[in-house]
């Protein structure tokens, strides 16, 4: 293998570095309308009238549609299209405004009055699942999870006997041994608290998407969606329509995370069938906090019984999702993690899914992970210390290995948690010493993995480039990983393979990009139409060079007999005569498919160094470290980069990013202005460090790497903090004025 690991440049890395790269919202139409939403300002309350008489007459105004003009919707409440007599939460779409111009409809929606009567409403999660709490989501609203699995979590929430309070849509369950009589006995307990906020995915481009209706009854829609097929499933589903009469057009995605799937595309094909006109509807930026679904705030209490030397006998957990005003399926992701993380007979682990008056959660990078190991590698941190053992010491006594029993009960495949431990502990940002006030913190995540079944096609150029044809839609810079399988199995550069995400109406079945599945799921079917195509280009050349396949090699952009140079044919050539006028040969076209049969699970651990002010309380990151189990790395800069990305994300958790509402309701970070993403002042380098345990089902041993570098940082920083200053911080993101307070009280 040539190309493999060696580091390629994103292919289309160029194209969006110099600003040219055309999004959805550079997109041109004639004939083009605009639609501007008007949102609930209330979190609870039912809709008593909408006056839409004076937007209607407005100048440029086309349309004003409320719930009630819309086709009878069987969403759950808070998912309708347009609210119907009732809101959910502040925020949800009450009204569109359609207009000729943006500036039009903007002016026309702030016209329109809602009136609204309020509702008993429910923002505390706890307060929720008292008993006598008043009900968010009437009964027969709460069930769909379908999104879980799309984003590659095993979820094993299951029917159970836990009794469900008000508000509770679901609970998961871990129950092994005996807990409680394990607790007991245990040398040594830690017990703690662990609190997260609520955070936004921050995608550089807000929510966006156009949508056009065909003559045949059918709909075109461009969108910067992860997941043309499923976009396209669920706008059939939507407008009632067989599922070839949408074409998803999917557009350059400027940040997904998870957040973009489907979002505005059900309402906005509704209207563009409504009114028979192409329309757009993009979030502003305070739309973007408001509508768009965020990851939910969760709470654990954790309960770690150890013996004396380390080994874990008892896990205990009670925790919450709060999910908004939808039924949520985190707590069942987590349940796996703090279950299957480390060797341990006694677990007693319960959570529940809870419904409140916000905006719905969503999948956000490693849904149900950053929570579940913030709660755990904090607690982990707690033991060592009072164990006074090595922190990765402690974890390498208790990791689970190839084979060890998973959370559903089936052994661990090649996994590299005590790898990525052993190479942590040979670090030196964790073997330098620290001076007065420095302190370094370690910890650790998983996630699992999702896979789907991949198709893609394959053609060579008239130039000789390889064009491969897929479904699977490039957010992360993977297609360039794709091109180098391509280009490997082929026998050209890379740069001579060109990497395409076609529509729904032409492209290959591909999975949507989520759940660290691309390279993963992809990978496969991408390699294989390459080698086909290889096979059909000898083949020619094998008739117009008079020799056996064999005895063929590809260099150079030419076949040649190997061993003899002179005899050689260009692929330009071979290409033309498979393609010209009444020519005899077949034309190069072939296809690959794959399904890989079974998830390769990636383990990680992050190394935090903190410089602390004793007395002021300030801290500084001075340093930080991913390590991380990749199976294979196809193009380690590109992982690189996912990973940096990725430690920004769970770092950003603790320094500061938090969806903070209000008692009545109200988002109070809805701006970039209050909403604190963690700034490049904040971040130092970030070694990573790239572990490679082949995956035995992966193509070419390669594993997902998009989710577990979002999973540990949190943790690693608090821990940091606790062993430079002797605080414990259980709440993200972390107070600074109470670290503060800590400062000055010795
Ligand atoms: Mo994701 S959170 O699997 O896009």
Redesign the pocket.
Request: glycine share 22%; no cysteine.
């Given at each position: 293998m040539s190309l493999i690991g060696q580091g390629q440049r994103r292919l289309e890395g160029r194209e969006k570095v110099a600003g040219a790269t055309r999004f959805t919202a550079d997109l041109e139409m004639a004939g083009l309308l605009h639609v501007q939403l008007v949102l609930s300002h209330l979190p609870s309350a039912t809709i008593r009238s909408i006056e839409t008489e004076s937007a209607r007459s407005a100048p440029g105004v086309v349309a004003v549609v409320t719930g009630a003009d819309l086709p009878t919707s069987s969403a759950n409440g808070p998912d309708k299209p347009l609210a119907v007599e009732r809101v959910f939460y502040v925020g949800q779409p009450v009204v569109a405004v359609i207009a000729e111009s943006e500036a039009a409809a903007w002016d026309a929606a702030s016209l329109v009055q809602v009136d609204l009567e309020p509702l008993p409403l429910m923002m505390d999660p706890v307060a929720a699942m008292r008993e006598g709490a008043s009900l968010v989501l009437e009964a027969g609203e709460v069930a769909d999870s379908d999104d879980a699995s799309?984003?590659?979590a095993a979820t094993e929430s299951e029917a159970t006997p836990v009794q469900r309070p008000p508000n509770v849509s679901a609970v998961a369950t871990q129950k092994r041994g005996d807990a409680a009589a394990a607790l007991k006995t245990a040398d040594v307990v830690i017990k703690g608290t662990y609190r997260l906020a609520g955070v936004h995915h921050a995608a550089m481009e807000p929510h966006i998407a156009m949508a056009r209706p065909e003559p045949d009854g059918g709909m075109t829609v461009w969108a910067p969606t992860?997941g043309p097929f499923a976009l396209r499933d669920e706008v059939a589903g939507v407008l009632e329509i067989p599922a070839h009469k949408v074409r998803v057009i999917p557009m350059p995605v400027g940040g997904?995370?998870?957040g973009k799937v489907s979002l505005l595309e059900p309402l906005l094909t509704l209207l563009a069938r409504q009114t028979g006109r192409t329309l757009r509807l993009g979030l502003t930026r305070q739309q973007e906090f408001l509508v768009a679904k965020s990851a939910p705030a969760a709470s654990f209490d954790l309960e770690l019984g150890a013996k004396r030397d380390g080994t874990l006998v008892a896990i205990r957990a009670r925790y919450h999702y709060d999910n908004g005003a939808t039924a949520g399926w985190h707590a069942g992701i987590s349940s796996s993690f703090l279950a299957g993380t480390y060797r341990c007979d006694n677990l007693d682990i319960v959570g529940f899914e809870v419904s409140t008056n916000k905006t719905p959660v969503e999948?956000?990078?490693?849904?149900g992970a950053p929570q579940s190991y913030f709660a755990l590698e904090s607690a982990m941190d707690e033991l060592a210390l009072k164990l006074d053992m090595d922190p990765i010491e402690l974890r390498l006594h208790n990791a689970v290995r190839e084979g060890d029993r998973s959370a559903d009960g089936s052994p661990w495949p090649a996994i590299a948690m005590v790898e990525c431990l052993e190479e942590a502990r040979q670090h030196p940002l964790y073997t330098a010493p620290c001076t007065a006030g420095e302190g370094v913190g370690i910890a650790l995540g998983s996630w699992g993995g999702?896979r789907t079944p991949a198709a893609a096609g394959c053609r060579v150029e008239p130039d000789g480039t390889l064009s491969i044809l897929i479904g699977t839609v490039d957010v992360s810079g993977a297609t360039t990983g794709l091109a180098m399988i391509a280009a490997e199995a082929f026998g050209i550069s890379t740069d001579k393979v060109k990497i395409q995400t076609g529509d729904t109406g032409v492209a290959p079945f591909g999975p949507?990009?989520?759940?660290?599945q691309v390279t993963y799921s992809v990978g496969g079917a991408v390699h294989e139409a390459a080698l086909e195509a290889r096979r059909q280009l000898l083949e020619i050349a094998t008739e117009e060079l008079e020799a056996a396949p064999e005895d063929l090699e590809i260099t150079d952009g030419r076949v040649a007999v190997r061993g003899v140079p002179e005899r050689f044919v260009d692929i330009t050539r071979l290409v033309a005569i498979s393609t010209e006028f009444m020519g005899r040969y077949r034309p190069i076209q072939s296809s690959g498919r794959s399904a890989v049969l079974s998830a390769s699970p990636q383990f990680t651990v992050h190394i935090a160094r903190v410089k602390t002010d004793a007395e002021t309380g300030a801290f500084q990151l001075t340093g930080y470290a991913a390590i991380q189990d990749v199976g294979r790395a196809i193009n380690p800069p590109e992982i690189e980069g996912q990973i940096h990305g990725g430690a920004a994300q769970s770092l950003g958790r603790a320094l500061g990013e938090q969806l903070a509402y209000d008692s009545e309701g109200q988002l109070r970070t809805a701006s970039f202005l209050d909403y604190e993403l963690p700034s490049v002042d904040q971040l130092p380098d970030i070694d990573v460090r790239l572990i490679e345990v082949a995956s035995v089902v992966g193509p070419l041993g390669a594993k997902g790497v998009g989710?577990p570098p979002a999973i540990p940082g949190a943790a690693a920083i608090t821990n940091a903090l606790a062993r430079a200053t002797g605080t414990r911080v259980r709440d993200l993101p972390i107070d600074r004025f109470a670290m503060a307070r800590h400062a000055q009280s010795p």
């Open positions: 799309i984003h590659g992860q997904g995370f998870g999948a956000y990078r490693a849904p999702a949507i990009a989520a759940g660290s989710e």
